[in-house]
C-alpha cells in the first residue's frame, strides 16, 4: 500500500513544462469534437512553456494540484472579469490530467480555489463551461453551481455557447 502526497501551491516558474503537459492533454480530452481542430491546434501552439512562464508571473493567481510525482492539474482564478454576472470572484480555468479525472483530485482543486476566494472577500464565485462540454457542466452542478447566464462566443469562428454557475 502507498500513500499518495497530494498538495495544492501557487505555480512556480520552473513549472511551465509541467502546466503546458496538463493544458494539452486536459484541453485535447474535453475539446476534441467541441472546438474546431485547426482552432484547438493552434491554441496548444500558443500555450506552450514560455507562455506558462509568462503567466505564471502575472498578477492573477495560478494554483497547481501537486501528486509528489508531478503536477497533474491546475486552477486561475480571481476578480469576476464580468461585470453582468452577480458575482465577486471567478475561477478562470480549473483543469486536470485525464488520468487523475474522476477521483475526487478535482473537487478538492475546485473546493480549495473556492475557499481562497471566499478568504479574499469574494463569497460570490462564477465559473464559465461550454454548453457541449457535459463532463465539465456536471461536475460543476455536481459541486452545487447554479446556472445564472448563457452567452455565445465564436471560437475559431465558429458559435459555441457558454454557460456561467455561480458558487455562493
Not at 9 to 22: G, Q, T
Not at 92 to 115: H, S, T, W
Not at 138 to 166: D, H, M, W
Request: with cysteine; hydrophobic share 40%.
Amino acid at each position: 500500500m502507498s500513500d499518495l502526497l497530494v498538495s495544492i501551491r501557487h505555480a512556480k516558474p520552473d513549472d511551465a513544462p509541467a502546466l503546458s503537459r496538463v493544458f494539452d492533454a486536459a484541453w485535447r480530452e474535453a475539446y476534441q469534437g467541441i472546438i474546431p481542430g485547426v482552432t484547438l491546434d493552434k491554441m496548444f501552439a500558443r500555450r506552450g512553456e514560455r507562455w506558462w512562464r509568462s503567466t505564471v508571473t502575472r498578477g492573477r493567481p495560478l494554483v497547481v494540484l501537486d501528486i509528489g510525482q508531478g503536477i497533474a492539474g491546475y486552477a486561475s482564478y480571481g476578480r469576476c472579469r464580468d461585470r453582468a454576472l452577480p458575482a465577486d470572484g471567478e475561477i478562470d480555468e480549473i483543469y486536470l490530467l485525464p488520468e487523475y479525472q474522476g477521483i475526487g483530485l478535482g473537487r478538492r482543486l475546485f473546493k480549495a480555489v473556492l475557499n481562497d476566494l471566499r478568504h479574499s472577500d469574494m463569497p460570490r464565485v462564477a465559473v464559465w463551461a461550454l454548453a457541449e462540454n457535459e463532463r465539465a457542466r456536471a461536475f460543476y452542478e455536481g459541486l452545487g453551481g447554479r446556472s445564472i447566464a448563457q452567452v455565445e462566443e465564436r471560437i475559431g469562428g465558429t458559435p459555441l455557447a457558454k454557460v456561467a454557475y455561480l458558487f455562493r
